[in-house]
């Protein structure tokens, strides 16, 4: 069965520094990977999106993420987070037919002052 | 901009009562899916469409139904509210297969709903 893991519940980083969020997934074939960012109490919003092709793929609010087959890894990065970014990172995968959409269990991300 | 909007932000229920969620979205979407999230759980899908009065049972169908009479609506009802089913939902839509860029899903802001 398909499936998406986020290893890590909860991180803390400081402002200014870098931050990695991890995601691996599980499918039988290369699927679509995407990362969304939850506010409190608000809906989800893409940052990227990952169909084909160069394996590095921008977002908005400066984040990256890179799709590594051999690991299995979506992982998410910005090189100076600000205290704004500190919300819910949700990695998700779905087969080409967008149907069987898989979340993550998200992680939390805090930024210190 | 794909929007997605859902009827009321906040809702509060008694048990018992019918519910309705209403979504609705503007981009010609063919998918559109409903999820509950709850803290600890994160996002677990209730049901999805993939065309007008389609409709396929997710992870936790039970004690909801569905309506899509209308391509651009998917409606979410709860037939009996009950305590267990106060949470957040949302709704989202996305492209078909014949896109190529299937699974992009859009969200609606989430309905908060109490069931007292």
């Known amino acids: 069965a398909q499936s998406v893991t986020q290893p890590d519940i909860h991180i803390t980083v400081s402002e200014g520094a870098s931050l990695e969020l991890r995601c691996n997934y599980s499918y039988g074939a290369t699927p679509y990977l995407f990362w969304y960012v939850q506010s409190p109490g608000q809906g989800l919003q893409l940052l990227l999106k990952y169909f084909s092709g160069d394996t590095l793929v921008q977002g908005i609010k400066g984040f990256e993420a890179e799709f590594k087959r051999s690991q299995s890894s979506f992982n998410l990065r910005k090189p100076s987070v600000h205290w704004s970014d500190a919300a819910e990172y949700f990695c998700?995968?779905?087969?080409?037919?967008?149907?069987?959409?898989?979340f993550g269990p998200g992680t939390r991300l805090s930024v210190l002052p | 901009d794909v929007k997605v909007t859902q009827s009321s932000r906040y809702l509060v229920k008694r048990t018992g009562e019918k519910v309705f969620l209403e979504c609705v979205q503007d981009?010609?979407?063919?998918?559109m899916f409903w999820y509950r999230q709850d803290p600890g759980l994160g996002l677990r899908l209730i049901y999805f469409?993939?065309?007008?009065?389609?409709?396929e049972k997710g992870d936790i169908p039970e004690g909801y139904s569905v309506s899509r009479e209308k391509k651009e609506r998917f409606s979410l009802i709860l037939e009996s509210a009950s305590t267990n089913q106060t949470s957040m939902y949302l709704c989202?839509?996305?492209?078909?297969?014949?896109?190529?860029?299937?699974?992009?899903?859009?969200f609606g802001p989430g309905t908060r709903l109490t069931v007292l």
């Open positions: 998700a995968g779905t087969d080409n037919y967008g149907q069987n959409f898989v």
């Open positions: 981009m010609d979407h063919e998918n």
């Open positions: 989202a839509s996305s492209l078909g297969p014949t896109s190529g860029r299937a699974g992009e899903q859009f």
């Open positions: 469409s993939y065309d007008v009065k389609m409709k």
